[in-house]
């Protein structure tokens, strides 16, 4: 168990429709990371976020956004949903904003019908 | 469980064998090197770590070797058993300050008892 905690774990939905991804970090983590995992493209970054702010971005759509609340847990909305955002999204949280261990959710599996 | 991949390269093995896992990374700013294991239905899993200022680090039965002239890095598991079977990624830390990892396609690992 890493202590990082993600819901929902498995989420069907329809196209067009929104959902929203919660992720708890690690206790003392200030740090929390979502990732995208599908067949094709493998593990793809998408956002990063350390004590409340965004510090980094990577390959997220303007459909998708995030934010990380005062309490550090953080959300992962996903918008307009097409077929090919059916994949793995990832939660990972780490102490610092620096080079680290980065520790992972179980993940929640995402159907777009 | 789920499969994380259709078409990853696939390394097969006996129980017991030594495994070599290979990865070529892309950029030579990198300076942080991450392996991580993937088992069927689970996030990503810290195995070891290198920096590079080193070329080679041991952990318990595995030992990462990084080769920065070539751009390459491996992950030697001895022994290997069937509870390593699973996918192994390498990731490198492109954004010197911040972890956030570029994560490689990925290796599955078959162990055969």
């Known amino acids: 168990d890493s202590g990082v905690t993600q819901t929902p774990k498995h989420l069907i939905t329809a196209t067009g429709q929104r959902v929203t991804l919660r992720c708890s970090p690690r206790s003392g983590d200030l740090s929390v990371y979502w990732y995208q995992q599908s067949l094709d493209q493998g593990l793809q970054f998408l956002i990063q976020?350390?004590?409340?702010?965004?510090?980094a971005k990577g390959n997220i759509l303007e459909r998708f956004s995030a934010q990380q609340f005062p309490d550090l847990h953080s959300e992962l909305n996903l918008s307009s949903l097409e077929l090919g955002d059916s994949a793995l999204y990832f939660c990972?949280?780490?102490?610092?904003?620096?080079?680290?261990?980065?520790?992972f959710g179980e993940g929640s599996r995402l159907t777009v019908l | 469980g789920e499969s994380v991949g259709l078409h990853l390269p696939t390394l097969s093995v006996q129980e017991g064998d030594n495994s070599i896992i290979n990865c070529a990374y892309s950029n030579s700013a990198s300076d942080y090197f991450i392996w991580y294991k993937q088992e069927s239905g689970k996030g990503p899993q810290f195995i070891i770590d290198?920096?590079?200022?080193?070329d080679k680090r041991q952990g318990q039965r595995v030992t990462v070797l990084l080769n920065k002239t070539v751009k390459h890095l491996s992950l030697q598991i001895a022994a290997t058993q069937p509870g390593d079977s699973a996918v192994y990624f390498c990731?490198?830390?492109?954004?010197?300050?911040?972890?956030?990892?570029?994560f490689g396609k990925g290796t599955m690992l078959l162990v055969s008892p």
């Open positions: 990972a949280s780490s102490v610092g904003r620096g080079t680290g261990e980065l520790f």
């Open positions: 290198i920096r590079s200022n080193m």
């Open positions: 990731a490198e830390n492109r954004n010197s300050g911040y972890s956030t990892l570029t």
């Open positions: 976020y350390y004590n409340g702010e965004e510090r």
